[in-house]
């Protein structure tokens, strides 16, 4: 299990990745209509699956921390 500031380090680097993704810069598949590029970059896309899991460990730390605190998750 990573910290807080890892947790976004790998984000921002495969955020990076995501930047120049082909169908990311296709204003067809990136129009809000559109689902699929959401369901690619969730479910076939390696980088996005990877960037996926990253935000699940983030969210998870951020509500240890709050617990921790006292505070409601």
């Not at 495969?14 to 598949?29: A, I, P």
């Not at 390696?46 to 951020?62: F, H, N, S, Y």
């Amino acid at each position: 299990m990573m910290d807080r500031k890892q947790a976004i380090q790998q984000m921002d680097k495969h955020l990076e990745v995501c930047k120049t993704c082909s169908l990311k810069l296709d204003k067809r598949w990136a129009h809000p209509s559109y689902n699929r590029l959401q369901k690619h970059c969730n479910e076939k896309c390696p980088t996005g699956k990877e960037l996926r899991k990253v935000a699940d460990d983030l969210d998870q730390i951020v509500k240890d921390k709050r617990k921790k605190k006292g505070m409601i998750a």
